[in-house]
């Protein structure tokens, strides 16, 4: 079955504790991203990543990072979290351009930062 | 830079009403690609439809249709005889071909627009 796993699902944590969100596609898709989503402000992106060894910021950025290691891996790390990091967080992949169908998404990891 | 807006933060419809959830976009694109998604109160994800810029055929599938207008960079989405069940929140989406900024392939979403189907 083709998905995008991510994992953890829920996560409370505590400032300043460095955290790994991972995601995982088996549809061999070349592109994948982070968004965040927040009440009243939709879903933005935070990292994208065209294939591996290949990531850039979307439109929010900081205070994440990314790796892409392998074409199937995009974990989103942060270093020393906060509490305005408390969010929903979704990854996503898909193919790349005009082969682009849909952008698949994961089940969504709920942080809360304290 | 690309924008989607969704100008309806929350519709609430007595079931069987139709509805239409509206969707403006802006893009410098020339080629880009419009969607719709569906976020349960589960909170997953749930793709409906992608549209390409050059297609303004419109769309109908089953109870959904979708309208869209390149003259009014518009794409609305109309639910026929609504449902519980239809009690949502819905994204429209767009991605272009990276000229625009935000990142090629990715997704500039509207902020939603949260559907009540009241019984």
């Known amino acids: 079955e083709a998905q995008v796993t991510q994992n953890p699902r829920y996560l409370i944590t505590v400032t300043g504790k460095k955290l790994t969100v991972t995601c995982s596609q088996n549809m061999n898709h070349e592109y994948m991203s982070w968004y965040r989503q927040d009440p009243g402000l939709g879903l933005r992106q935070i990292y994208y990543s065209m294939n591996v060894e290949v990531t850039d910021k979307g439109d929010v950025p900081e205070g994440y990072k990314v790796s892409r290691k392998e074409k199937r891996n995009f974990p989103l790390i942060l270093e020393s979290p906060s509490p305005n990091q408390t969010s929903l967080y979704f990854c996503?992949?898909?193919?790349?351009?005009?082969?682009?169908?849909?952008?698949?998404f994961g089940q969504g990891t709920r942080l809360t930062v304290v | 830079a690309q924008k989607v807006t969704q100008a309806q933060t929350e519709i609430s419809v007595v079931e069987k009403e139709d509805v239409t959830l509206d969707c403006v976009y802006e893009t410098r694109d020339t080629t880009y690609y419009l969607f719709w998604y569906k976020q349960p109160p589960s909170g997953e994800l749930v793709f409906l439809i992608r549209?390409?810029?050059?297609?303004?055929q419109n769309e109908i599938s089953g109870r959904y249709s979708w309208n869209f207008q390149k003259s009014t960079s518009s794409f609305n989405f109309t639910i026929t005889a609504s449902q519980v069940v239809d009690s949502a929140v819905y994204f429209c989406?767009?991605?272009?071909?990276?000229?625009?900024?935000?990142?090629?392939?990715?997704?500039?979403f509207g902020k939603g627009t949260h559907l009540i189907i009241q019984p």
């Open positions: 549209r390409n810029s050059f297609d303004e």
């Open positions: 989406a767009l991605s272009g071909s990276g000229y625009s900024g935000g990142g090629a392939d990715g997704l500039t």
């Open positions: 996503a992949s898909s193919l790349l351009g005009q082969e682009n169908t849909e952008a698949f």
